[in-house]
């Protein structure tokens, strides 16, 4: 087997998905919002050095058809128990292939930079591993040691957490890989520093059409 991480990417269902980005605008503008961040995110970590190969984890069928339709598997969540439930199940799927290296990256990283990706692997080496957010209290990437188990601890204080649980905190900038968005602010933020194809043309479309 050819070395690399396989990676986790787990998404709630679209029209329960990030309730604190949502405003006034149309549910089906928000799940298009919503959708392009997760592909954009998907899609520059598949460019990433390091990274063997990404698998989704949604229970939402228009989700699943999008990625689907650029050649990305997706599990759904069982039990649909949340997010930590949701990695573990991916967790227990990729390891009934004999996947070794196992990580779970947030979907709401519309700026990330194929490039911070990998160096953030490469730092990791073969330990348990994660990147905080920008704010420093979440979580964006965790990393199983190698033949480890995940036990992700995703939720409120992750960071934390995930260190309280013996994962070795990543300290690079990395500021594309550490800027989730979960609202108005953060998708600003992302924008600074470069949105992903899809994210930026939603926002293009926010400013050209009434929302
Ligand atoms: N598959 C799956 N993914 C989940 C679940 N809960 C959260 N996620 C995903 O985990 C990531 C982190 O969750 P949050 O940042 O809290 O996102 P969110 O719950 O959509 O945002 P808020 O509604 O604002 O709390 C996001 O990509 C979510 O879509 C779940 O039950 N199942
Ligand atoms: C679930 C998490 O994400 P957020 O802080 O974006 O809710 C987390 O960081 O563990």
């Not at 080496?125 to 979440?138: K, L, W, Y």
């Amino acid at each position: 087997m050819n070395g690399g991480v396989s990676l986790l990417v787990p998404i709630k269902p679209l029209h329960l998905a990030k309730s604190r980005l949502r405003d006034d605008r149309p549910a089906a503008r928000h799940a298009d919002l919503v959708s392009a961040i997760a592909l954009d995110t998907v899609e520059a970590a598949r460019r990433a050095a390091g990274v063997r190969a990404v698998l989704v984890v949604t229970s939402d069928p228009r989700l699943a058809e999008s990625f689907a339709a650029v050649g990305v598997e997706v599990v759904a969540d069982d039990p649909a128990a949340g997010l930590n439930p949701a990695l573990e199940h991916g967790e227990r799927v990729l390891r009934s292939r004999g996947e070794a290296r196992i990580g779970a990256l947030q979907a709401d990283l519309p700026a990330l930079r194929s490039a911070e990706l990998a160096a953030a692997l490469e730092q990791a080496g073969p330990e348990r591993a994660f990147s905080a957010d920008h704010q420093g209290t979440g979580t964006t990437l965790l990393l199983a040691a190698a033949h480890g188990a995940l036990a992700p601890r995703f939720g409120p204080g992750s960071a934390a957490a995930h260190v309280s649980s013996g994962a070795r905190a990543l300290d690079g900038e990395w500021a594309s890989l550490r800027c989730d968005v979960d609202t108005a602010a953060d998708l600003r933020r992302a924008t600074g520093l470069g949105l992903g194809e899809r994210t930026a043309a939603w926002l293009a479309g926010a400013a050209g059409n009434p929302r």
